[in-house]
């Protein structure tokens, strides 16, 4: 875990890596299991519910609700999955522990969303053409109730988002079901007040431009850690600023910041240090990198010759 060999580092850096993460990776297992247990069960209940009613009431949108509800079981199932596969420890090929897997279950949600949107808006365009009865009073119910636990399950997830795009998939997902369980209730009062049949396929087309719009940003954030980009926040020019400032570094080269896991980022880079660098160097730098920049696995190269022609150092060289 420690990218360095020195023992004392490594320990250290467990020991400081809940104050810089808040929600990080070290309290998200205490923080968010029972929440998502939680929010797995009311929803699989919501879903039942919904599937139910929706049937006997004639209503798409209500099915189309239950639909979206089960797509987010599945997020928060993998979302789940992720967070405890983040703890593991490493060992053999995963050098990193399963850490990675939070970026996965980040992108694997945004996917299921957009999978569910599709199917949603399908059903809604059909029922346009030709739009049915709905028992709208049944729904409104069923849809007030799926409000209520989508949107406690929502506060569940609410103060680790910040920290973890991970735990904000699944939060975003929770908080998008709101709206639509809203969205629900709104059209079946409105078909009891006007017989409109046609909001009840109108309703669920806006909800899914909503959906579409609130998955987007994961999507690409989740992409973007994929491939290894910075992450969001990381200031790359101060962190060079920082390291070229340093006593005795006089340049640097094949600097490379990359995301971990969804909470913890690691920075590797060459020093070209011509009088060399102690350990505590090292250790000082690596302690600084943490606190400024929330880097958590800092390994840097030092090479005392400037000419020595270490194949990294040209810029274009990754």
């Given at each position: 875990?420690?990218?360095?060999?020195?023992?004392?580092?490594?320990?250290?850096?467990?020991?400081?890596?809940?104050?810089?993460?808040?929600?990080?990776?070290?309290?998200?297992?205490?923080?968010?299991?029972?929440?998502?247990?939680?929010?797995?069960?009311?929803?699989?209940?919501?879903?039942?519910?919904?599937?139910?009613?929706?049937?006997?009431?004639?209503?798409?949108?209500?099915?189309?609700?239950?639909g979206h509800n089960l797509s987010d079981v599945l997020g928060l199932v993998v979302a789940w999955g992720a967070s405890i596969a983040a703890q593991r420890a490493p060992s053999g090929r995963f050098t990193y522990g399963f850490r990675a897997s939070t970026i996965l279950a980040a992108l694997a949600?945004?996917?299921?969303?957009?999978?569910?949107?599709?199917?949603?808006?399908?059903?809604?365009?059909?029922?346009?053409?030709?739009?049915?009865?709905?028992?709208?009073?049944?729904?409104?119910?069923?849809?007030?109730?799926?409000?209520?636990?989508?949107?406690?399950?929502?506060?569940?997830?609410?103060?680790?988002?910040?920290?973890?795009?991970?735990?904000?998939?699944?939060?975003?997902?929770?908080?998008?079901?709101?709206?639509?369980?809203?969205?629900?209730?709104?059209?079946?009062?409105?078909?009891?007040?006007?017989?409109?049949?046609?909001?009840?396929?109108?309703?669920?087309?806006?909800?899914?431009?909503?959906?579409?719009?609130?998955?987007?940003?994961?999507?690409?954030?989740?992409?973007?850690?994929?491939?290894?980009?910075?992450?969001?926040?990381?200031?790359?020019?101060?962190?060079?600023?920082?390291?070229?400032?340093?006593?005795?570094?006089?340049?640097?080269?094949?600097?490379?910041?990359?995301?971990?896991?969804?909470?913890?980022?690691?920075?590797?880079?060459?020093?070209?240090?011509?009088?060399?660098?102690?350990?505590?160097?090292?250790?000082?730098?690596?302690?600084?990198?943490?606190?400024?920049?929330?880097?958590?696995?800092?390994?840097?190269?030092?090479?005392?010759?400037?000419?020595?022609?270490?194949?990294?150092?040209?810029?274009?060289?990754?």
């Open positions: 875990m420690g990218s360095h060999d020195h023992h004392g580092h490594h320990h250290h850096d467990h020991g400081d890596h809940g104050h810089d993460h808040g929600h990080g990776h070290v309290h998200a297992p205490a923080n968010f299991g029972k929440a998502f247990a939680i929010g797995i069960a009311l929803n699989i209940a919501l879903v039942v519910a919904e599937a139910v009613y929706g049937y006997v009431g004639n209503s798409t949108a209500l099915l189309a609700d239950a949600n945004a996917v299921f969303l957009l999978v569910a949107t599709g199917a949603i808006g399908w059903e809604a365009i059909l029922r346009l053409r030709e739009p049915e009865p709905v028992a709208g009073v049944t729904v409104m119910v069923v849809a007030g109730i799926g409000i209520l636990i989508n949107g406690f399950t929502a506060m569940l997830f609410a103060s680790g988002r910040k920290d973890d795009i991970n735990i904000e998939g699944a939060y975003l997902h929770m908080a998008a079901d709101a709206a639509v369980s809203l969205g629900v209730v709104v059209s079946a009062a409105l078909i009891i007040w006007t017989g409109w049949l046609w909001l009840d396929p109108v309703t669920s087309l806006v909800i899914c431009a909503t959906i579409l719009w609130s998955t987007t940003s994961l999507l690409r954030g989740s992409v973007d850690m994929s491939m290894a980009a910075a992450p969001k926040g990381t200031d790359l020019a101060a962190i060079r600023a920082f390291l070229l400032a340093r006593p005795g570094v006089s340049a640097i080269h094949d600097l490379h910041v990359w995301p971990i896991s969804t909470t913890e980022t690691a920075l590797t880079c060459h020093l070209v240090m011509p009088t060399g660098a102690g350990d505590a160097f090292l250790m000082e730098t690596a302690q600084l990198l943490k606190t400024t920049h929330r880097i958590g696995h800092t390994t840097l190269q030092v090479e005392t010759h400037p000419d020595n022609g270490c194949a990294l150092a040209p810029d274009d060289v990754v």
